[in-house]
């Protein structure tokens, strides 16, 4: 992994988008060719506050995937691969 954020890099946590927002930063990356892969709504939450594509991971945590617009739905990790 290139960049790794933890809950003392940044004042608010997500959902708020300023995770994110730093990683993007580190990495000189801009949201608008980033795609962030999460497997709860607060994922994608955070990308939507960060200004990120989102794609919902169905495999994972074993909460109830409540996702309302993700550009995508992954069923496995092989999906993505088959992205990259």
Known sequence: MTVVV???DT??????GQPLEYALAKCDCQPEETLYIGDADTDE?????????????LWG??????FKQPSLLLASPLDVKRLV
């Open 11 to 16: 004042e608010f946590p997500k959902p708020a």
């Open 61 to 66: 945590s074993g909460e109830t995937k409540n």
């Open 45 to 57: 939450t955070a990308a939507f506050n960060a200004g990120v594509e989102f794609a919902g991971a």
């Open 6 to 8: 933890t809950s003392d």
